[in-house]
């Protein structure tokens, strides 16, 4: 029988860099990627089920009245979620799996799995998150104010919540990343 696996959620507010820090971390960990649903448009480069699995409203609230979802949320408008069922495969099968979540996602994969490891990532200022956000160039000017509220809100939200155990500023990327693969590996 193999060892149980673990869950690493890695939460922050869009633009931190939660994505490419999960990315990066996945790729010297080896631990496995959660691919989540949304019902978004797919950006210029992203592929179905590798960066998400896009998928209709109707499709995606079939999914939640089924249960088949370990967390979801509406953001700006979007739904988003995290299938269950590969990420629970993946842990009873001993591997390490990262998931990227808002700080929403992160509150719910908790009520269900609190043993899970949560790591907050947050920008270096204000400033810097808004010029992540403008370099993106993929929302309006009114986007990114509703987006910096937001991340504002969710940075509160989460470090009041105490379920944040580990929190990352990602002011350097490759710093950041060590940060989080040592937690993961505790190496």
Avoid: C
Wanted: proline fraction near 4%; charge should be negative; charged fraction near 25%.
């Amino acid at each position: 029988m193999s060892e149980e696996g673990k869950l690493v959620v890695i939460s922050g507010p869009s633009g931190a860099g939660k994505s490419t820090i999960a990315s990066e971390v996945r790729k010297r960990t080896g631990a496995d990627f959660s691919v989540s649903a949304t019902t978004r448009p797919a950006r210029q480069g992203e592929i179905d089920g590798r960066e998400y699995h896009f998928v209709d409203r109707t499709a995606f609230e079939k999914m939640i009245e089924a249960g088949e979802l370990l967390e979801w949320a509406e953001v700006f408008g979007q739904l988003y979620g995290t299938p269950a069922r590969p990420v629970r495969e993946a842990i009873s099968a001993g591997r390490t799996i990262v998931l990227d979540v808002d700080v929403q996602g992160g509150n719910q994969v908790y009520r269900k799995m609190p043993s899970a490891t949560f790591v907050l990532i947050v920008p270096p200022v204000d400033g810097e998150l808004a010029r992540r956000l403008r370099r993106r160039a993929t929302e309006s000017p009114g986007d990114i104010a509703n987006r910096l509220a937001q991340a504002k809100s969710e940075i509160a939200a989460a470090t009041e919540s105490g379920l944040y155990e580990h929190v990352v500023i990602n002011d350097d990327l490759d710093e950041a990343v060590s940060q989080v693969v040592e937690i993961i590996t505790g190496q």
